[in-house]
């Protein structure tokens, strides 16, 4: 079965420091789509980035970075000189194939809470 | 252009109640999916309506249903509620049909308390 993996919970940081939300990722599939999501306290969530699973290369957004690694099966966001703004939870999520229809369903992360403080 | 719109945005149930929750997705997309975000399972999917039709759903009871309509504006449905349904119902809407490579934006989403 498809999974994702955010195994920190929570990080802290302070204003201006940089900052890297690791994401692991499981699936059978060779073909799989890979995003970002960030949910501020207001609840929705904010589409940040797509990666598919034959584009490898590295991107960067702004202070926001994304690395792809294949081999160790991991999608990393880092957020550069971090401010109090990007407090928020943020959510790993893979597009996984469904065996009965074949169709596709997003499986999120646990997510990690990131602090900024002033 | 507007962006995906969820009605109530709070809402307070009993036990046993039934609850419909309301999705208005963004003008031009077809494709609504809803998810169930609790502190004890995160973010987990429920179902997927397109043209009207349901072509995904989650691992969820029978309890829990959903429609869409002509204009895919979209209800989930909720019946003999339980404590543990109380969680944030977050609707997505996308262009096309499934999670494959369309981003799905997401709307405000309904909280529900079942007390």
């Known amino acids: 079965a498809q999974k994702v993996t955010q195994a920190q919970t929570e990080i802290s940081v302070v204003e201006k420091e940089d900052v890297t939300l690791d994401c692991v990722y499981e699936t059978r599939d060779t073909t799989y789509y890979l995003f970002w999501y960030k949910q501020p306290p207001s609840g929705e969530l904010v589409f940040l980035i797509r990666r598919n699973s034959f584009d490898e290369q590295n991107e960067i957004s702004g202070r926001y970075s994304w690395n792809f690694q294949k081999s160790t099966s991991s999608f990393n966001f880092t957020i550069t000189a971090s401010q109090v703004v990007d407090s928020a939870v943020y959510f790993c999520a893979l597009s996984e194939a469904l065996e009965d229809t074949g169709r596709r369903a997003l499986t999120f992360g646990s997510g990690t809470r990131l602090q900024v403080q002033p | 252009k507007a962006g995906v719109t969820q009605t109530p945005r709070y809402l307070i149930k009993t036990r046993g109640q039934q609850v419909t929750l309301s999705c208005s997705p963004i003008?031009?997309?077809?494709?609504v999916s809803w998810y169930q975000q609790t502190p004890g399972q995160g973010l987990q999917f429920l179902f997927e309506?397109?043209?009207?039709?349901?072509?995904n759903k989650g691992n969820f009871p029978g309890r829990f249903s959903g429609r869409q309509f002509s204009n895919s504006r979209s209800e989930m449905n909720v019946s003999t509620l339980e404590l543990g349904d109380s969680a944030l119902y977050l609707c997505?809407?996308?262009?096309?049909?499934?999670?494959?490579?369309?981003?799905?934006?997401f709307g405000p989403g309904t909280r529900l308390t079942v007390l």
């Open positions: 997505a809407s996308s262009r096309e049909q499934g999670a494959r490579s369309n981003e799905q934006f």
């Open positions: 309506y397109f043209s009207e039709t349901q072509r």
């Open positions: 003008s031009g997309h077809r494709s």
